[in-house]
């Protein structure tokens, strides 16, 4: 009987535990990866307790949330009214949050507000983020966590950093704590000011369709009027065009970016602000938003241009090639993601076209495809994606085998078969072409930004129609 006993004890002996994760009153000092996708918004991956979540930063919610699937116990502790910019007052139970985990990081328990959706989401309002800096690298897709800081730190970090930058000031909704940002937009002869709200979690600008009608905007298919005749009709998928065409979007004078489109929200604004500001805006800066000391900080490499040559700045020199990045990693699965963006304005657009590492020989060739466009545009895409496994499945082996990708060269057109920015891979023998691209405007699917834009501009251009005047009678 004794020898049994022994046995077990030197067994439970060899075991060894996982160490415990420290527990963290702050998420402050954490550089995360944002989740992988098209888009650009703050997503993270996480867990809670053994569970994955997806985790979201959304600085206008004043309390942060969380879906059922996320919590063994969901025990009731109060309830909260709670005001979302683009809609009504709702109410929600809250609950207790334990055990979230971020870049192996286990953070403090905390309340949240329980929603619905599907699987595991967590959304860190500013109960979480008040006190923090949300320091973003588009072009890096990841972000720093800092401790806020006086507006005069942040004046002597940009000019030591010598880039372009601008601190904007963010205004507090008196009601709803929101920050709010002053935007001038403008479309033609019109040029409007609106207060909107700064957003984290959007991937695109928005703005209330009243908003635009009062401001007497083309929205929608109007923005291509006078491009056909009399009963003709645009080519799909244009007719179901809806959004908001601009020149430029300021967010302070002369400063902002210019050609675009903004999405466009159904009604009237229920809370008085015209629209939210998404990362196809702020996203095309090196961003930084603190909450404590009501700035969203803005930087990006200085341009020197010379003709048709531009060079960039960044670490105290300029080069031309200062002017693309290009960033890879592997994901939670060992894809590879690659990341690609242009600090240059691009008139013609461009191609970047990759060397793919250990394929000395390889047939298949891959690059970023960018149209014209203004500077600041950010690109990311697994290697392989799903479509090129399933059309160029050599060229999708080669890529899953590639311990990474580099720069190769640089042209300047884009690839005229993939509409949009996209990530394309062309098979050098059967000469066939696979693209992934980005959404494109105003839930348009095959048609890029640039294309809507140039229709748009023609139309602006076009003189009106003269009609015939019958001679008055006699």
């Given at each position: 009987m004794r020898r049994p006993a022994l046995l077990a004890l030197l067994a439970l002996a060899g075991c060894t535990r996982a160490p415990a994760l420290p527990t963290v009153d702050s998420l402050a000092g954490l550089t995360l990866p944002l989740k992988p996708g098209p888009g650009l918004r703050l997503w993270l991956e996480g867990k809670?307790?053994?569970?994955?979540?997806?985790?979201?930063?959304?600085?206008?919610?004043?309390?942060?949330?969380?879906?059922?699937?996320?919590?063994?116990?969901?025990?009731?502790?109060?309830?909260?009214?709670?005001?979302?910019?683009?809609?009504?007052?709702?109410?929600?139970?809250?609950?207790r949050v334990n055990g979230l985990t971020?870049?192996?990081?286990?953070?403090?328990?905390?309340?949240?507000?329980?929603?619905?959706?599907?699987?595991?989401?967590?959304?860190?309002?500013q109960d979480v983020l008040g006190a923090l800096i949300i320091d973003v690298s588009p072009a890096r897709r990841e972000l720093t966590f800092r401790p806020s800081q006086s507006k005069a730190a942040w004046e002597a970090e940009v000019q030591a950093q010598g880039v372009e930058a601008q601190l904007l000031t963010l205004t507090r909704d008196p009601t709803h704590d929101w920050p709010l940002l002053p935007i001038r937009?403008?479309?033609?002869?019109?040029?409007?000011?609106?207060?909107?709200?700064?957003?984290?979690?959007?991937?695109?600008?928005?703005?209330?369709?009243?908003?635009?009608?009062?401001?007497?905007?083309?929205?929608g298919r109007a923005l291509l009027d006078g491009l056909v005749s009399d009963g003709g009709v645009l080519p799909e998928p244009l007719e179901r065009l809806s959004?908001?065409?601009?020149?430029?979007?300021?967010?302070?004078?002369?400063?902002?970016?210019?050609?675009?489109?903004?999405?466009?929200?159904?009604?009237?604004?229920?809370?008085?602000?015209?629209?939210?500001?998404g990362a196809d805006v702020w996203g095309r800066f090196d961003v930084a938003v603190d909450l404590k000391a009501g700035l969203l900080v803005l930087r990006r490499p200085r341009v020197f241009?010379?003709?048709?040559?531009?060079?960039?700045?960044?670490?105290?020199?300029?080069?031309?090639?200062?002017?693309?990045?290009?960033?890879?990693?592997?994901?939670?699965?060992?894809?590879?993601?690659?990341?690609?963006?242009?600090?240059?304005?691009?008139?013609?657009?461009?191609?970047?076209?990759?060397?793919?590492?250990?394929?000395?020989?390889?047939?298949?060739?891959?690059?970023?495809?960018?149209?014209?466009?203004?500077?600041?545009?950010?690109?990311?895409?697994?290697?392989?994606?799903?479509?090129?496994?399933?059309?160029m499945p050599e060229c999708a082996a080669t890529l899953a085998a590639a311990p990474g990708l580099t720069f190769g060269l640089y042209e300047e057109e884009p690839m005229r078969e993939c509409p949009g920015l996209c990530a394309f891979a062309h098979d050098l023998?059967?000469?066939?072409?696979?693209?992934?691209?980005?959404?494109?405007?105003?839930?348009?699917?095959?048609?890029?930004?640039?294309?809507?834009?140039?229709?748009?501009?023609?139309?602006?251009?076009?003189?009106?129609?003269?009609?015939?005047?019958?001679?008055?009678?006699?």
């Open positions: 809670v307790g053994e569970v994955d979540a997806d985790v979201q930063l959304d600085v206008t919610a004043p309390i942060s949330f969380v879906t059922p699937f996320c919590l063994d116990e969901k025990r009731v502790v109060a309830h909260v009214d709670v005001e979302d910019p683009l809609g009504p007052t709702e109410s929600f139970p809250v609950s971020l870049g192996g990081v286990r953070f403090r328990s905390f309340d949240a507000a329980l929603a619905g959706g599907k699987g595991c989401v967590v959304v860190l309002g937009l403008t479309q033609g002869p019109r040029v409007v000011t609106w207060s909107v709200v700064l957003s984290t979690r959007d991937a695109r600008s928005r703005l209330f369709v009243a908003s635009a009608q009062d401001a007497d905007l083309r929205l959004g908001v065409a601009f020149e430029a979007l300021e967010l302070s004078p002369g400063f902002g970016v210019t050609d675009g489109i903004l999405e466009l929200e159904p009604g009237a604004p229920p809370h008085g602000v015209a629209g939210l500001l241009t010379s003709g048709a040559r531009a060079q960039c700045e960044r670490a105290g020199s300029a080069a031309e090639d200062r002017c693309f990045e290009l960033h890879t990693r592997r994901d939670g699965t060992g894809t590879l993601v690659a990341t690609a963006t242009v600090w240059r304005q691009l008139p013609e657009g461009a191609r970047l076209l990759l060397d793919v590492a250990g394929a000395e020989s390889s047939r298949c060739r891959v690059g970023f495809s960018f149209p014209p466009g203004d500077r600041g545009r950010s690109a990311q895409h697994s290697f392989p994606w799903d479509r090129l496994v399933q059309s023998h059967s000469g066939r072409i696979s693209c992934e691209c980005q959404p494109g405007p105003a839930g348009l699917e095959g048609v890029s930004e640039h294309q809507v834009l140039d229709l748009y501009r023609r139309a602006m251009q076009k003189p009106p129609a003269v009609r015939d005047v019958e001679p008055p009678d006699p």
